[in-house]
């Protein structure tokens, strides 16, 4: 079992449509990332998470301490947020990395 | 924040031969790790390159296999020793920020083995 799930795991949105990535966790975490990785295989820190809600632009990222939980939203999407989007938790001395969900947003 | 080149940005590579990947911060950080993604999959981590030290490696991977070098806070190389088409992947730097709480990433060299 991985101890970082993500969903879904597959997206296609159309231009403007609002986006929610979600992922869960198994462990204890002193901090949780969202990261984007574009075609080209580079990684962009999005957000960095220990409670509560962060936003930067578009993008909004919400973490449930108590339920082990975040969610990434994109609002008015749009075709360059088409990447693959990484769930990442810090656990002790290690990082857990989720699958990633890989999300294409068409014009 | 950290910025990290890594060089090369993509190769690829005869069966058998070995590859040097190098990765320069633009800062002295403490913790270099290296990873690898294969196809899709999620990352891996290697190991975690120490400055003076050997390198950790994580379960699954040797020190034979992948030579790790560290010879200053701002530089690392990561050497994939006689390659197989299975060793095809995104190999990626990265560096913990100064609370070690915030991580940082290269923009990685993607390997292809034939």
């Known amino acids: 079992k991985n101890e970082v799930e993500q969903s879904p795991q597959n997206l296609t949105a159309q231009e403007g449509e609002f986006i929610t990535i979600n992922c869960s966790y198994s462990?204890?975490?002193?901090?949780l990332h969202w990261l984007q990785q574009h075609p080209g295989g580079g990684i962009v820190s999005l957000f960095m998470?220990?409670?509560g809600k962060k936003k930067h632009g578009r993008l909004i990222a919400t973490i449930n301490i108590q339920e082990k939980h975040s969610s990434l939203h994109i609002t008015a999407s749009h075709p360059r947020d088409s990447a693959v989007y990484i769930c990442?938790?810090?656990?002790?001395?290690?990082?857990?990395f989720g699958t990633g969900t890989s999300l294409t947003v068409i014009p | 924040s950290a910025v990290i080149s890594q060089k090369p940005s993509r190769d690829i590579c005869q069966r058998g031969t070995s590859l040097t990947i190098q990765c320069q911060v633009d800062?002295?950080?403490?913790?270099m790790f290296w990873y690898r993604q294969q196809p899709g999959q999620s990352l891996t981590l290697i190991a975690t390159?120490?400055?003076?030290?050997?390198?950790?490696?994580e379960s699954g991977f040797v020190i034979d296999k992948f030579p790790i070098s560290r010879p200053n806070l701002t530089f690392s190389t990561l050497t994939v020793s006689n390659m197989s088409p299975e060793d095809s992947s995104i190999y990626l730097c990265?560096?913990?920020?100064?609370?070690?709480?915030?991580?940082?990433f290269g923009p990685g060299t993607r390997l292809t083995v034939t």
């Open positions: 990265s560096v913990a920020g100064t609370d070690s709480y915030e991580q940082y």
């Open positions: 390159a120490n400055q003076g030290s050997e390198a950790t490696y």
């Open positions: 990442a938790v810090r656990g002790g001395n290690q990082f857990y």
């Open positions: 462990v204890g975490i002193s901090a």
């Open positions: 800062s002295q950080v403490t913790m």
């Open positions: 998470l220990s409670s």
